[in-house]
C-alpha cells in the first residue's frame, strides 16, 4: 500500500485519509470510507457493492453472545462488555487462525459489521428490551440507530451518525491505534489487535473524553451556567473535557464539522439549548485559555459529537463505544500495514521522556 494511510496537519487543521481531505469524505458512505482505509484506494462501484453486501451480511451475533451479555452489571459503560465480547467472539471466527490477508480480511469484516450490533445488544438488553437485529436493507449509521431504538431514524439522524463513524475512523498514530499496531507487530490476530485498541480508547483523555463532554453538558445544563462553570474548573486547573489536542495546535478539522452537525441537528429537533449551552462553554474557554493564556485549546473531536448525542438520545454510556465503531477501521488499516513489515515495534524507555 503505497498512499500513507492518513496525514495530519496539525497547524493548518487538515486531516486526510488515504490523501483525500475528510471533507471530501464525509460526503460518502462509512462503507467506502472504510474500504478506502483498509485496502488503500477507493472502492468502484462493484467493489464496493460487495463488500457492503458482505458487511451486512456478518452484521448478526448468535444467541450465546446475548446471553453472555445479559450477565452484565448494567451500571457499567458499553465499552466494557465490547471489549469483553470482542475477545469471546474470536472463538466462533472459522478464520481465527488464518493469517492469509483473504484470512484477515474476512476477520476484518466480521469486526467492523459486529461491533455496533455487539453495543446495541447491550443497549437494548441492559434497558430491559429484546435486541434488535439487524436489517441488512440500512446503511451501517442508520442500522446502529435503528437496532437501538427498534424504529428507523430521521434521513438527517442516519447522515449524522454515518458522518460522525467516517470522522472517527482514522487519526494517525492516536494512543489506541498506536496499542492496534504494537500487537498488531508481534503478529497476533485481529481479535487481539482490535481488544487492545478498545483498552486505550476507553480512557478519558482519548476516547472516553466524549462520555465525559456528556457528562460536563448535563451538569452545565443550560447556556447561563457555562461561564460560571468553567471558570471555577479552569480555577482549579481541571482540563475541560473535549478541548485540546496533543496534534491541532488550531480548530480540529473533524470538530468544526461536527460543530455544523450538531447545529443543524439543534435546528431541525426546534431545541437549541444543547447546542447553545456547547457554544458558551466554547466561548468561555476560548476567551480564558486561548486569548488569555495564549494556548490553542480549541474543541477537539469529542466535545461536539457530545452534543450529537445529546440531540439523538444516545446515552453517554455509548459515547466511547461509538467511537470504536468508527475507529475499527483505521485500527485494522494499521495493523494490515504492520502485518506486511513482519518487524516487531520495540521502543527503549527513554523515549518515553519525548511523549
Ligand atoms: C488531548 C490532551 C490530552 C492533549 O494533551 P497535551 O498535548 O499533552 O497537552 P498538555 O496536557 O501538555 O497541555 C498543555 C497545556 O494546555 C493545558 N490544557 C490542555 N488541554 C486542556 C483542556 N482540555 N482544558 C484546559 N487546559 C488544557 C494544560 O493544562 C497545559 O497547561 P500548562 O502548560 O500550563 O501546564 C489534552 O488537551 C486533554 O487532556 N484534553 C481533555 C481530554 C480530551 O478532550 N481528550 C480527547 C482528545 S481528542
Redesign the pocket.
Known amino acids: 500500500m503505497s498512499k500513507n494511510i492518513c496525514f495530519i496537519d496539525g497547524l493548518e487543521g487538515i486531516l486526510k485519509y488515504r490523501e483525500i481531505d475528510v471533507n471530501q469524505l464525509i460526503e460518502l458512505t462509512y462503507d467506502s470510507v472504510s474500504y478506502l482505509l483498509i485496502q488503500g484506494e477507493l472502492p468502484g462501484a462493484q467493489e464496493l457493492a460487495i463488500y457492503s453486501a458482505c458487511l451486512r451480511e456478518e452484521r448478526e451475533i448468535n444467541r450465546e453472545i446475548i446471553n453472555i451479555i445479559s450477565m452484565y452489571n448494567f451500571n457499567i459503560d458499553a465499552i466494557e462488555i465490547l471489549r469483553t465480547i470482542v475477545s469471546f467472539i474470536s472463538q466462533f471466527d472459522p478464520d481465527i487462525y488464518d493469517s492469509t490477508p483473504e484470512g484477515n480480511m474476512r476477520k476484518a469484516i466480521r469486526l467492523i459489521a459486529k461491533i455496533p450490533t455487539i453495543i446495541a445488544a447491550y443497549y437494548r438488553v441492559a434497558n430491559g428490551k429484546e435486541p434488535i437485529p439487524p436489517d441488512r436493507s440500512l446503511s451501517h449509521g442508520a442500522n446502529f440507530l435503528y437496532m437501538i431504538r427498534g424504529s428507523k431514524p430521521s434521513k438527517l439522524e442516519a447522515e449524522v451518525m454515518e458522518k460522525d463513524f467516517i470522522l472517527s475512523a482514522e487519526h494517525e498514530l492516536?494512543a489506541s491505534t498506536f496499542s492496534s499496531r504494537i500487537t498488531a507487530s508481534t503478529l497476533a490476530d485481529l481479535y487481539s489487535v482490535v481488544v487492545s485498541g478498545l483498552c486505550a480508547l476507553k480512557g478519558?483523555?482519548?476516547g472516553g473524553?466524549r462520555t465525559?463532554?456528556m457528562s460536563m453538558l448535563e451538569e452545565i445544563a443550560c447556556p447561563e451556567n457555562a461561564e460560571k462553570i468553567i471558570l471555577e474548573k479552569?480555577a482549579k486547573?481541571?482540563?475541560?473535557?473535549?478541548?485540546?489536542?496533543?496534534v491541532y495546535k488550531t480548530y480540529?478539522p473533524r470538530g468544526t464539522v461536527f460543530k455544523q452537525l450538531s447545529k443543524q441537528l439543534a435546528e431541525i429537533k426546534g431545541d437549541m439549548h444543547w447546542y447553545e449551552t456547547a457554544e458558551a462553554i466554547e466561548i468561555t474557554?476560548v476567551r480564558e485559555?486561548v486569548e488569555k493564556?495564549g494556548?490553542p485549546?480549541y474543541p477537539?473531536?469529542?466535545?461536539y459529537s457530545g452534543v450529537i448525542y445529546r440531540y439523538m438520545d444516545i446515552p453517554p454510556q455509548l459515547a466511547t463505544s461509538i467511537f470504536a465503531i468508527g475507529r475499527v477501521s483505521g485500527w485494522i488499516a494499521h495493523c494490515f500495514d504492520q502485518y506486511e513489515k513482519k518487524r516487531v515495534i520495540r521502543p527503549r524507555a527513554f523515549m518515553l521522556d519525548e511523549c
Open positions: 492516536n478519558p483523555l482519548h473524553a465525559e463532554v479552569i486547573n481541571e482540563k475541560i473535557m473535549g478541548f485540546g489536542h496533543r480540529d474557554v485559555i493564556k494556548k485549546i477537539n473531536v469529542d466535545f
